[in-house]
C-alpha cells in the first residue's frame, strides 16, 4: 500500500531519461538519490494512489490535490470518504466517482477561479459554518451535474452548495442535490456577479435555508442570460427560485417547468430595475410553473406570493399553475394574508393562461406608482379569500396607462370577495383602462360582494371601458364609486354590452363631482335591481368640450353645462329633433331645437 497497508500501491517503473519531474507522491516518485520512479497508468487515477485516507479520518487535502494535478482526473469509489479543504480547479479537470468528500469546514471544500472546461460530479458533506461547497469564480464552459451537496451554508452569510461568482460564462448547474443547510441568508445554487449562457436545470434544492436557486448579478451593467428548468424548491425560509438585477442589462431569462412548494415568503420572485432608477432592458419569461404551498411567513406582508413580479423587465407570466398560496398543504391558512401573482411597479407585462386557486388573500393583485401596459387575460383565477383580481395605483399625480384585463375567468366563494377591483389613492389616475369578456362569478354569500369594482380616492381619473362581460350571483355586478370618470379623447368611463344574471344590484354608479359615463345596451336576467345611481350620461364628446347625447328626452338630474345637447332617437311629428343646455345647472334648462314637420 502507500500510506494505508493494502491500499493506494501499484506498479511503478524507473524513466532513466527523466531528472526533472516533481515528486507528487503518488505517480513519481523521487528518490534520494534524484532516479524517477512513475506508476503504470493502466489504473484510473484514485486519491489513495498519493496517500489520501479514503477512511475520512485523517485529512487528504493535498493528496488529494496531487491526484488531480496529476493528469486533471479523479475517480473515487463507493465507500470511500476523503476529509478535504479548499481542493482548487483548474482547466479541463474533471472530479467524479461515488465517494463521499467531506469537508473540513474550515474553507469551501471545491475551489475554482478563472478555470475553463472542468466537469464536477461529487457527493459531499459540510461540516462547518459559513462556507460553499463548490465556489466557482469567473470561470467559463463547466459543468457540475450529478452532486449530491449536504449541510453547505449552515451559519449567517451569503454561502450556498453550489456558488457561481464573477463573470461566468457558458455552464451548466444539472441534476443536482442540495439538502441540508441551513442559513438564514444562504441559498442551496447561487449564480452572482455576471452570469451568462447559464443552465440551471433538473436540480433538486431542498435545503431549510433562505433561497433554493438565487441569480443575483451585483450592481453595475451585467449581462445576464439565464435558463432555470425542472427544478424543485421545497422548504425554504423565503424564496424557492429568485431573480433580482439591479442595472442588469441586458437581461433574458426563462424560469420554465420549475415545482416551487412549501416556501415561505414566495415560490418565484423576480425583480427587474426599480421604476426610475438606471437603465434597464431585456425580458423575463415565467412559464409552465408549479408553485404550492407558498407565502405567509413573512411578518412585513411585503412578499408572501406564488409568484413576485416588479421592475421593468418585460415579463411574460403564461402557463403557470398557483395554489394554495399562503395556506399548507392541508389549505389551512396561514398567519399572513398574500398573492396568488403579485406585480408591482412595472411596464409592458403579460400574465395570461394562468390557473390561480384558493389563495389566502388575492388572486392576481398588483400595485405601486404605476403599472403600464399591463395584460391581464386568459387566465383562471377561483375561490381567493379578498379580490380575484386587483389593481392599485398609488401616489399622488401617479398614471397608469393601457391595463387590459379580459377573457379571463373568475369564481368567488368566500365571503365578500370582489370578482375585478380597480383603484387608486390620492390623485393617481387610470388612462386607458380595458376590462373586457370576463366571466365572472360568485356566490353571494354577503350584501357587499361586487363582481367588478372601480372605486378611487376623491378627485381621482378614471377613462377606461368595461364591456362584453358576464357577472353572475353578485350583489353589486359592476359598482363605480367615488371618483372623476374624466374625458381623454373620445372616451370617460365607457360600461355597455355587459350580461348580469341574478345579481342584487346590477349596476350601481355613485357619482362624484364632474362625473361622465357613458352607460348603454346592458342585459339583465333575473337580477333585483338593473340599475341604481343617481345619474346616468350616454354619448359622446364634440370638439369643443360639449357633451353629445342620444336619449328619448332632455336630461331631468345630473349637473350639465350650457351647450351640451341631446339628439332625439325617437322622434315624432311635431316633436324636436333634439334639445340644447342654455343654462349650466343640475339638470340645467333646456330647450327644444329643430321642431319637425307634423
Known amino acids: 500500500g502507500h500510506t494505508l497497508a493494502g491500499v493506494g500501491g501499484g506498479q511503478f517503473y524507473y524513466d532513466p531519461d527523466d531528472s526533472t519531474s516533481a515528486d507528487n507522491n503518488g505517480t513519481v516518485i523521487v528518490t534520494s538519490s534524484g532516479e524517477r520512479w512513475k506508476r503504470g497508468y493502466e489504473l484510473e487515477i484514485n486519491p489513495t494512489m498519493f496517500g489520501a485516507d479514503s477512511n475520512g479520518i485523517l485529512d ?3 493528496a488529494f490535490q496531487n491526484a488531480l494535478d496529476a493528469n486533471g482526473h ?9 476529509l478535504l479543504s479548499g481542493i482548487e480547479i483548474s482547466d479541463s479537470y474533471i472530479i467524479e466517482g461515488d465517494g463521499l468528500l467531506q469537508s473540513k469546514g474550515d474553507n469551501h471544500l471545491i475551489i475554482a477561479n478563472g478555470a475553463s472546461g472542468f466537469s464536477i460530479t461529487v457527493n459531499a458533506n459540510g461540516a462547518g459554518a459559513n462556507y460553499s461547497g463548490l465556489l466557482i469564480t469567473g470561470c467559463t464552459d463547466f459543468s457540475v451535474s450529478g452532486c449530491s451537496l449536504d449541510s453547505f451554508g449552515e451559519a449567517i452569510g451569503f454561502q450556498s452548495a453550489i456558488k457561481i461568482e464573477g463573470v461566468s460564462r457558458r455552464f451548466s448547474i444539472v441534476n443536482n442535490t442540495c439538502i441540508n443547510g441551513l442559513g438564514e441568508t444562504a441559498a442551496d445554487i447561487s449564480l452572482g456577479h455576471d452570469p451568462s449562457e447559464a443552465i440551471v436545470s433538473g436540480n433538486r434544492c431542498l435545503s431549510p435555508n433562505s433561497e433554493g436557486i438565487t441569480i443575483q448579478p451585483t450592481t453595475g451593467d451585467k449581462i445576464v442570460r439565464a435558463t432555470v428548468s425542472n427544478n424543485l424548491c421545497s422548504g425554504h425560509t423565503r424564496h424557492g427560485i429568485i431573480g433580482v438585477y439591479a442595472n442588469a442589462k441586458p437581461v433574458e431569462v426563462s424560469i420554465t417547468g420549475n415545482v416551487c412548494v412549501n416556501n415561505g415568503w414566495t415560490g418565484i420572485y423576480m425583480q427587474g430595475q426599480l421604476a426610475g432608477v438606471g437603465t434597464n432592458s431585456g425580458r423575463a419569461t415565467i412559464s409552465g410553473n408549479i408553485v404550492s404551498e407558498c407565502g405567509g411567513d413573512d411578518t412585513s406582508v411585503l412578499f408572501n406570493s406564488g ?3 416588479s421592475g421593468d423587465l418585460g415579463y411574460t407570466c403564461f402557463g403557470n399553475m398557483i395554489v394554495n398560496t399562503c395556506r399548507d398543504k392541508l389549505g389551512v391558512e396561514k398567519s399572513m ?4 401573482i403579485f406585480i408591482s411597479n412595472l411596464s409592458n407585462a403579460v400574465v395570461t393562461s394562468n390557473v390561480v386557486t384558493n389563495t389566502f388573500g388575492s388572486g392576481i393583485f398588483g400595485d405601486g406608482a404605476k403599472l403600464d401596459g399591463l395584460i391581464i387575460g386568459d387566465n383562471i383565477v377561483k375561490d381567493s379569500t379578498i379580490t380575484n383580481i386587483r389593481l392599485e395605483i398609488q401616489g399622488a399625480g401617479n398614471i397608469s396607462r393601457l391595463v387590459n384585463i379580459h377573457d379571463n375567468m373568475l369564481k368567488s366563494s368566500e365571503y365578500d370577495c370582489a370578482g375585478i377591483r380597480l383603484s ?5 389616475e387610470w388612462r386607458g383602462f380595458s376590462i373586457k369578456g370576463n ?3 360568485g356566490e353571494k354569500l354577503s350584501t357587499n360582494e361586487k363582481g367588478i369594482e372601480i372605486t378611487a380616492a376623491t378627485n381621482a381619473l378614471l377613462s377606461g371601458e368595461v364591456l362584453y362581460n358576464e ?3 353578485y350583489d353589486f355586478g359592476v359598482y363605480k364609486e367615488g371618483a372623476q370618470s374624466h374625458l381623454y379623447g373620445v372616451k370617460g368611463l365607457v360600461i355597455k354590452d355587459n350580461i348580469f344574471r341574478f345579481c342584487g344590484n346590477a ?21 333585483d335591481v338593473d340599475f341604481n345611481g343617481t345619474w346616468q350620461k350616454r354619448g359622446t364628446i364634440t370638439a369643443s368640450g360639449n357633451a353629445l347625447l342620444f336619449d328619448t328626452s332632455k336630461p331631468a338630474f345630473a349637473a350639465w353645462a350650457a351647450g351640451d345637447k341631446v339628439e332625439n332617437t325617437n322622434p315624432s311629428s311635431s316633436g324636436y329633433a333634439g334639445w340644447v343646455c342654455v343654462s349650466s345647472g343640475t339638470p340645467g334648462t333646456w330647450k327644444g331645437y329643430g321642431l319637425i314637420e307634423t
Do not use: H
Not at 479523479?74 to 476523503?82: D, F, I, N, R, S
Open 60 to 62: 487528504s487535502t493535498i
Open 74 to 82: 479523479v475517480k473515487t469509489k463507493k465507500g470511500e470518504t476523503y
Open 307 to 309: 409568484i413576485y413580479l
Open 337 to 340: 394574508s398574500g398573492r396568488g
Open 424 to 428: 387608486t389613492t390620492s390623485t393617481a
Open 439 to 441: 366571466k365572472i362569478q
Open 471 to 473: 357577472i353572475t350571483n
Open 507 to 527: 349596476l350601481t354608479i355613485q357619482s362624484g363631482s364632474s362625473n361622465w359615463s357613458i352607460v348603454d345596451k346592458q342585459i339583465f336576467e333575473s337580477c
